[in-house]
């Protein structure tokens, strides 16, 4: 079942009309729970994990077109007789006209790809990236200086309906088209919008690898209850069922994350004198900010 994401405002444009900022033939309501409004024509170029993850969400909230570029079959099938899907730019029915168009191919695929869709910004659609670094700029030299590009990070949780996503608007995005953009992402989760281009860096080595430090949390947690002489069986149930509670605790509660660690720690009890030990100076909070650091370093080197 899904949960409507606390920001969800749908499209009831025309694809010109949004591409234009022409927002008298734009209407865009508020969505009001049980209520589904059609989303506007996408393309979307890639149908991989994330780009899956969003066509399911948008097929959930009532997508009323959508051609699908991905040249690898498996990848699609779940999805046959609800999407057109087509291997190639050159198999695109010459009559579509989408909205947006969503890439979700690796980024190192962007150069040899991307122009092929310079046509759409011609027309005046939004592109929606969720390519880990592959800056507006880079894009607008792939498709055109003036097109409007939105750059989006999400992360795997999206696969569930329960991603978070950091989203920056190029110059020249219209409200109407950041509205969209905002609809597309809502479908996969919570979404934020940073006012710095830059800031997608950070957001990358927090939520983008978040999941990874998570997991990673999930697999020491199991080894070390192993090393206490504990069965694998046991210790690897413990340690995901105690990692899934605590995330889905966090999520379900009003409280922080700091208050929730001091309700399960007692004076002079076992968690006190384990999180004495985690909290040293140099032990996690010291490793989590060189760790953090690290990532966001590599993701500007990789943004060039
Ligand atoms: N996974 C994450 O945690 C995450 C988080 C944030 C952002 N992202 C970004 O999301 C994008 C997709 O990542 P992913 O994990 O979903 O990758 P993925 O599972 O490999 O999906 C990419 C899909 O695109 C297909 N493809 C390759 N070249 C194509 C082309 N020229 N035209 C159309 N489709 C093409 C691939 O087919 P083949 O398998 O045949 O190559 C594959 O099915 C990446 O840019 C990544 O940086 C991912």
């Known amino acids: 079942m899904m949960r409507w994401p606390r920001r969800c405002w749908i499209a009831l444009a025309k694809p010109e009309a949004l591409g234009a900022g022409v927002i008298a033939r734009a209407s865009f309501q508020r969505q009001s729970g049980g209520m589904s409004e059609k989303l506007p024509p996408i393309l979307l170029i890639g149908c991989g994990k994330m780009g899956g993850a969003m066509l399911s969400g948008w097929l959930e909230q009532g997508l009323a077109d959508a051609v699908v570029v991905e040249p690898h079959a498996p990848a699609v099938a779940a999805f046959a007789g609800r999407v057109r899907v087509v291997a190639d730019a050159a198999a695109i029915p010459a009559d579509f006209r989408p909205a947006a168009v969503v890439t979700a191919i690796k980024p190192q695929e962007a150069p040899s790809s991307v122009p092929a869709y310079?046509?759409?910004?011609?027309?005046?659609?939004?592109?929606?990236?969720?390519?880990?670094?592959?800056?507006?700029?880079?894009?607008?030299?792939?498709?055109?200086?003036?097109?409007?590009?939105?750059?989006?990070?999400?992360n795997t949780p999206a696969a569930i309906r329960q991603g978070f996503t950091a989203a920056f608007?190029?110059?020249?995005?219209?409200?109407?088209?950041?509205?969209?953009?905002?609809?597309?992402?809502?479908?996969?989760?919570?979404?934020?919008?940073?006012?710095?281009?830059?800031?997608?860096?950070?957001?990358?080595?927090?939520?983008?690898?978040?999941?990874?430090?998570?997991?990673?949390?999930?697999?020491?947690?199991?080894?070390?209850?192993?090393?206490?002489?504990?069965?694998?069986?046991?210790?690897?149930?413990?340690?995901?069922?105690?990692?899934?509670?605590?995330?889905?605790?966090?999520?379900?509660?009003?409280?922080?994350?700091?208050?929730?660690?001091?309700?399960?720690?007692?004076?002079?009890?076992?968690?006190?004198?384990?999180?004495?030990?985690?909290?040293?100076?140099?032990?996690?909070?010291?490793?989590?900010?060189?760790?953090?650091?690290?990532a966001t370093d590599r993701a500007r080197e990789l943004a060039g």
Do not use: C
């Not at 390519?131 to 590009?149: D, E, F, H, N, Y």
């Not at 905002?182 to 979404?191: F, P």
């Not at 379900?252 to 660690?261: F, I, N, T, V």
């Open 118 to 154: 310079a046509r759409f910004a011609g027309q005046g659609a939004l592109f929606l990236s969720i390519m880990a670094g592959r800056s507006i700029a880079s894009m607008q030299a792939a498709l055109g200086a003036g097109t409007a590009v939105v750059r989006a990070m999400p």
């Open 169 to 294: 608007a190029g110059p020249g995005v219209t409200a109407a088209q950041k509205a969209l953009a905002d609809a597309l992402l809502a479908a996969i989760g919570e979404v934020a919008w940073v006012d710095q281009e830059d800031h997608i860096n950070p957001v990358t080595a927090v939520s983008g690898g978040g999941p990874a430090y998570v997991f990673l949390l999930a697999e020491v947690l199991e080894a070390a209850a192993v090393e206490q002489g504990l069965p694998r069986d046991l210790a690897r149930r413990m340690a995901r069922a105690t990692v899934a509670g605590s995330g889905a605790l966090l999520g379900a509660s009003e409280q922080d994350a700091a208050e929730l660690r001091r309700a399960v720690t007692s004076p002079k009890g076992t968690t006190e004198r384990a999180l004495a030990v985690l909290m040293e100076p140099d032990a996690w909070p010291k490793a989590m900010s060189r760790a953090i650091h690290a």
